[in-house]
């Protein structure tokens, strides 16, 4: 399907990046056109100049951008590499077109080949993003899940409509129709934006839009709102100005600032800085931290999402980047959070579109691995903005996106869904600790996740308090291993029944040291058992004796290649030969209830009586003893016969 004509960033950069030059001079009439965002007439431009030799360096990368929004991504990505293998002005930022170019135009090996060869330029977990997305996208049985139909909805006009929020029973978004003045904002060719308000009817329509008087109006940009009921104020941007017109810094660009409007009350300018522009406000209450996306020199890439603290909005910190797990070489805008997801728009390259909306699983101070929401809600042009929230039984959603049977340049979207929309993934996590009842964490234990053909889908290693975490595209059989030297591996098989209808699996992992099961006795390693007696003259196993082998049992089962010796001495008193049948008698009642319990008989190299050849004090024939000191000598002892090499 031919995309509709791009605008970097969707709106943000068509209506927000105001870039406009009055202190440069051009050397080009295509910069011209090209921050005048009429990137055909650029290249015209741009091409004419480049057969006179007449075209700078940052001119031929912005003669690719021009080709990128035209979605000529075989001139775009032919120019990127060029200037990539130049090592000159590209950035991450670019760096994501020209591999968004590559993806719509090269085969898959030649782009996984291209990303190999530049991977140290990205963080570990923008490139696990990306296999994680790639490898969920391919899975189409995953992809055509969706049971739902998306709407356009009846308010939309020929012009801009986005960023949807709730308003109590309204629906707020901006538009770029011009009802109220007749000033145009030149790139876009439509009117400042502005926000409106919209009743919201319960098919999840909405009902005429008129425009939102209860934020002070402007001339200028007023767009993407959000209502915190809690603050019962508004948060929004705006273009920056003074006494009423718009302010530039001394490159003569003019940013947007966030504000927050109390309702019925004063308003606050929140975040400002003439170079800098601030796009798309969320106020979570629950951490009353204030995210927004900003376009900071220091990002990922392009624009990336951040955070300040608040106390009541009121900001308290600096900006606080959300990190690579979320942001991206590309754009990342319009955070929301709902029920503990994360939702967010990014053009990164491994989308199935422009811009696409993803979710992310919030994990007190960290995010899980995002993940693409899917055809459907996405689709092959931008979509962005997704809010939703609980209505009735189920969900009713929102989002903007320029696919193609919209009214205007960017459509607002609904849906009524009965659970959260997306992809299906499977979440493992939970602690590695110590079996036996001791809660001591484990770390730096490899934990691996297979499916049913032993094909690894997924690693990790426990942290320093023993947390792990694995998330993966839906399958219907997994296996899960630990491993770790001296330590008990563990292999869980996970069924069909037992993973249909869950999406995230706490799961603890109880592993065994092997230095805690073993200790030395006489020179030898044996297994570590509370000391036991045999009735007097007796072989027969007791109560007390079968606890201490169950021990035994746990530790072959924990460790199956150990060989073992089964030793049992008794003390000087009595006959030698009727100690030596006593002993061995012993040593084969607890060989037999060893086997009865699940030990195998390889693992049992020997079971000998000793009878009352190894006394280990003077209590020897005709010597007078307390009965403590004869104790000493009757004992069995399970040695381990392979302990020298057993993790070699």
């Known amino acids: 399907m031919e995309k509709a004509k791009r605008i970097s960033i969707t709106v943000l950069i068509s209506f927000f990046g105001m870039v406009i030059c009055f202190a440069q001079s051009k050397k080009s009439k ?77 085969n898959k090996e030649r782009l996984e080949t291209f990303l190999q060869s530049m991977s140290s330029r ?34 939309n006009s020929p012009q801009s409509d986005f960023s949807p929020s709730f308003y109590g029973e309204k629906l707020l978004f901006s538009s770029g129709r011009s009802q109220i003045s007749k000033r145009r904002y030149a790139p876009a060719g439509e009117g400042y934006l502005n926000i409106y308000e919209a009743g919201i009817q319960a098919n999840g329509q909405i009902l005429t839009a008129q425009p939102f008087s209860e934020i002070s109006s402007s001339n200028f940009h007023k767009a993407t709102p959000y209502y915190s009921q809690e603050l019962r104020s508004f948060f929004y941007v705006m273009s920056n100005t003074e006494d009423g017109e718009l302010s530039f810094d001394d490159n003569g660009k003019n940013a947007l600032a966030i504000g927050m409007q109390i309702k019925d009350g004063r308003f606050q300018l929140l975040l400002k800085d003439l170079s800098t522009s601030f796009y798309y406000p969320f106020y979570d209450q629950k951490t009353e931290r204030l995210y927004f996306s900003a376009n900071f020199e220091e990002g990922f890439g392009g624009t990336d999402i951040y ?43 491994y989308g199935l579109g422009g811009m696409d909306i993803y979710k992310s699983n919030v994990e ?70 110590k079996a036996y009842g001791n809660s001591d964490v484990v770390d730096k234990v490899a934990v691996r996740l297979w499916d049913s053909n032993m ?109 073992l010796r089964i030793e049992t001495y008794t003390d000087s008193r009595g006959g030698s030969s009727t100690n030596f049948r006593l002993t061995q008698d012993r040593s084969d009642a607890i060989k037999n209830y060893l086997v009865q319990n699940g030990v195998s008989s390889s693992n049992i190299l020997y079971s000998v009586g000793y009878g009352e050849n190894k006394i280990i004090n003077n209590c020897t024939n005709g010597v007078f003893c307390l009965e403590m000191l004869h104790q000493q000598n009757q004992r069995s002892l399970i040695v381990i016969l392979n302990d020298n090499i057993l993790f070699e």
Request: net charge negative.
């Open 122 to 155: 990205f963080q570990k977990e923008f490139l696990e993003n990306f296999e994680f997305n790639t490898q969920l996208l391919e899975n189409n049985r995953a992809i055509d899940q969706m049971d739902f139909q998306i709407f356009n909805l009846n308010g």
């Open 307 to 349: 955070y300040v603290h608040t106390n009541r909005g009121q900001i308290m910190s600096a900006p606080i980047n959300l990190g690579p797990r979320i942001n991206s070489a590309g754009n990342e805008i319009a955070p929301y959070i709902f029920e503990n997801s994360f939702y967010f728009s990014s053009d990164v390259f």
């Open 30 to 106: 295509g910069d011209n056109y090209f921050f005048q965002y009429d990137y055909q007439k650029a290249i015209n431009a741009y091409e004419s100049d480049l057969t006179k030799g007449t075209i700078s360096n940052q001119q031929f990368v912005n003669l690719a951008d021009a080709y990128f929004h035209v979605n000529n991504f075989e001139k775009a990505s032919e120019i990127y590499l060029s200037v990539y293998n130049k090592d000159t002005v590209i950035g991450n930022h670019r760096l994501n077109k020209l591999l968004e170019s590559l993806s719509k135009t090269a």
């Open 455 to 563: 094909a690894l889908l997924a690693e990790t290693y426990s942290d320093d308090n023993g947390n792990y975490r694995l998330e993966i595209p839906w399958v219907k059989e997994l296996v899960l291993e630990s491993y770790k030297d001296r330590y008990s591996s563990v292999t869980k098989k996970f069924s069909e029944e037992e993973l249909k209808g869950v999406e995230n699996i706490n799961y603890n992992i109880e592993i065994s040291a092997y230095e805690d099961l073993v200790e030395k006795k006489e020179g030898q390693a044996v297994v570590k058992l509370k000391k036991f007696f045999f009735g007097r003259s007796r072989a027969q196993l007791t109560p007390e004796i079968e606890t201490e082998l169950d021990k035994v049992v746990a530790f072959v089962k924990d460790f199956p290649s150990v060989q």
């Open 364 to 433: 007190g101070d960290t995010f899980s691995i995002p993940v693409n929401l899917g055809k459907g809600v996405n689709s092959s042009d931008d979509d962005f903005g997704l809010i939703i929230r609980n209505d009735g039984d189920g969900l009713l959603g929102y989002i903007s996106s320029n696919r193609p049977g919209g009214k205007g340049k960017d459509d607002l979207y609904g849906f009524k869904v009965d659970k959260k929309p997306g992809l299906k993934t499977l979440t493992f996590k939970g602690k590695v600790i």
